[in-house]
Structures are given as structure tokens and as C-alpha cells.
T-cell receptor
Framework: DTGVSQDPRHKITKRGQNVTFRCDPI?????LYWYRQTLGQGPEFLTY????????KSRLLSDRFSAERPKGSFSTLEIQRTEQGDSAMYLC?????????????????FGAGSRLTVL | AQSVTQLGSHVSVSEGALVLLRCNYS??????LFWYVQYPNQGLQLLLK??????LVKGINGFEAEFKKSETSFHLTKPSAHMSDAAEYFC???????????FGQGTRLTINP
């Protein structure tokens, strides 16, 4: 178990460019989450996958954002036509399906994040 | 919808002193509550979670938290602070059947020698 890996760790881009982040979850985890964290704030939910199915998307995920998990393993988060407001840390997390009566109490394992700076 | 409020964006204590980080939640149904810690350049790590069993929850590194329904609180404590406790701490809430966590804005803990 090597944990959740995210790549790249840092990305600096110019406004209007496209960027893509990759997340490799813990191999036996079937759930994958993307969060965004801006300076001085807690993580904000963006989207969630169970296997390859994207089951929930936040209103924060505008049309310029797209996430995929094509084979139910790694995931990518693409931001098109980046804006300065997109500058943030993008966090990926994974978890296994909670088969206990405490559904919703899944423990998320987070990656170290991908920091995006849009100039 | 659920929400979390962490009182105090920055808390500073002396090494060996009591650590108290405050978290209040809002939920129309019984919540699940979590504390995560984030060290610089690392991902968030789970400290402890509450799932409606014991109201006093013990976590890693000597931390514990008590669920108080009447006060809608889930404050995090540690009897004696250590320099290695310096980090950002996040309280989070979820509910039965939900798939996402809702986080508070975080509290940065500084330990003074």
C-alpha cells in the first residue's frame, strides 16, 4: 500500500491554458474523491466516483472542469481555460465501500495534493 | 445540509499545555464527525471519528474528542502539547448514506517552546 499519489505536485500555468491532474488511489479502494482547498479554507468537495461511475458533482465544478476515472483505477481532473480563481490545492482521496451500518462514516485517505498557480 | 464551524483559525499553546480546538456542527440528522490533521506538504490524516457509539472518542497521538449533542460540539483535546503537534486541524461532518465529507475552515495550531 503506497497511499494515494497525485501528480504533478505543483503546476504553474498562464491564464487560458489547460491543465490536467492525475490521482492514483489505494489499489483496493473503489471510491475516489476530488476536493479543492484554497488558502485559509478547508477542503471543498468537487466530485466523487464509485469505480468508474461519477456519482456526484458539486456546483463548484463548472463546465471548464471535467473528471474521469476510465477503468475504475486512476483518475484525472482537467481544467480548461484556466482562470486566476482556479489557483488552489487540488486534493484527491480514496476509500473503500463501508459495508457496516455506519454508511457515510467512510475514512478517506488523502494524497498530498496538486498545487495549481494560475498567472 | 450539514456544516461545520471551527472557532479560531489560529491557536497557540505552550509545549506541555492543554490543547483545545473547537468544532461546532449543524445537521438535521445524527452526524458522523471527524478530525483530520494536515502537516506541511502532506495529505490530510485521520485523527479520530465519531459514529454514534461512545461519545468520547480516542484517536492517535494522544488526541481525543467528545461528542456533545446538546451543544452540537465535537471539540478536540490533548492534555499535553508536543512540538510535533504543530499542524492544521480540520473538523468534518457526514451523515448516514452520504458519500462526502463537509469540512470546517481549519485551525492552525502553533506550539511555543
Amino acid at each position: 500500500d503506497t497511499g494515494v499519489s497525485q501528480d504533478p505536485r505543483h503546476k504553474i500555468t498562464k491564464r487560458g491554458q489547460n491543465v490536467t491532474f492525475r490521482c492514483d488511489p489505494i489499489s483496493e479502494h473503489n471510491r475516489l474523491y476530488w476536493y479543492r482547498q484554497t488558502l485559509g479554507q478547508g477542503p471543498e468537495f468537487l466530485t466523487y466516483f464509485q469505480n468508474e461511475a461519477q456519482l456526484e458533482k458539486s456546483r463548484l465544478l463548472s463546465d471548464r472542469f471535467s473528471a474521469e476515472r476510465p477503468k475504475g483505477s486512476f483518475s484525472t481532473l482537467e481544467i480548461q481555460r484556466t482562470e486566476q480563481g482556479d489557483s488552489a490545492m487540488y486534493l484527491c482521496a480514496s476509500s473503500s465501500k463501508d459495508r457496516s451500518k455506519y454508511s457515510g462514516a467512510n475514512v478517506l485517505t488523502f494524497g498530498a495534493g496538486s498545487r495549481l498557480t494560475v498567472l | 445540509a450539514q456544516s461545520v464551524t471551527q472557532l479560531g483559525s489560529h491557536v497557540s499553546v505552550s509545549e506541555g499545555a492543554l490543547v483545545l480546538l473547537r468544532c461546532n456542527y449543524s445537521s438535521s440528522v445524527p452526524p458522523y464527525l471527524f478530525w483530520y490533521v494536515q502537516y506541511p506538504n502532506q495529505g490530510l490524516q485521520l485523527l479520530l471519528k465519531y459514529t454514534s457509539a461512545a461519545t468520547l472518542v480516542k484517536g492517535i497521538n494522544g488526541f481525543e474528542a467528545e461528542f456533545k449533542k446538546s451543544e452540537t460540539s465535537f471539540h478536540l483535546t490533548k492534555p499535553s502539547a508536543h512540538m510535533s503537534d504543530a499542524a492544521e486541524y480540520f473538523c468534518a461532518v457526514s451523515v448516514q448514506g452520504a458519500q462526502k465529507l463537509v469540512f470546517g475552515q481549519g485551525t492552525r495550531l502553533t506550539i511555543n517552546p
